[in-house]
């Protein structure tokens, strides 16, 4: 399964603020933290606080922060919200579908996926390895 660059700019705004979870960052400072498009965070950012993952602040002194202790952010759930698409295979468009055991072996190999990140919270993912932020660029 390969997740799609959305959820890779979710996961990563994500994991620069529960790093920071006491201080308001700007979209401006993670952009340029993982060089990537400022343009392409916004969307991503505007998603996530309309869905209660983030807090914004406007103003002079304003920016984003998380809406929730990173404890209480699942990674799973997170995934579900950020996909759009889970079929592995374009099984719908072939003949045998209806007969061929591999459609069942492909859903419980995501369910099984799924699973996996259904144990994590980002919490469990700041802390895992270790911190990351010397190799951030500096913002």
Known sequence: MRLTRYTDYAMRVLLYLARKPDTLCSIGDIARAYAISQNHLMKVVNDL????????VRGRHGGIRLAKPAADINVGALVRHTEDDFDLVGCGSCIIAPACGLTSVLDEALQSFLATLDRYSLADIVARKGDFGYLLRAS
């Open 49 to 56: 606080v309309n869905a209660g993952y983030l807090e914004s």
